[in-house]
């Protein structure tokens, strides 16, 4: 029916192309068309990728992000201190 489920990796990439909704409908449509409660599964796969996956993900790099500039700001903020103080 849909050439991106044939087999298991191609459905996995099928499914991180829906998770970063590259080709949203172009992935699901087919199936779509064969019965509606199709796209239960996509719906429910699309929520917990954006809202819950994505989200997680997103902050854990902004978390390693900040933590490693901290750093570098104290050394800044010490070296304007030690040339304020002069």
Partial sequence: PNA???SLPE???SLFAL???????DVWIGLYAETRWNAVVFISFL??????VHNLVISR????????MA??????????RTALAL
């Fill in 4 to 6: 991106s489920f044939n």
């Fill in 11 to 13: 459905a996995f990439v």
């Fill in 19 to 25: 998770s970063t909704t590259v080709n949203n409908p």
């Fill in 47 to 52: 929520v917990i990728c954006l809202y819950l």
């Fill in 61 to 68: 790099i902004f978390n390693d992000f900040t933590c490693h």
């Fill in 71 to 80: 750093a570098p700001l104290a050394h800044r903020r010490a070296l304007r």
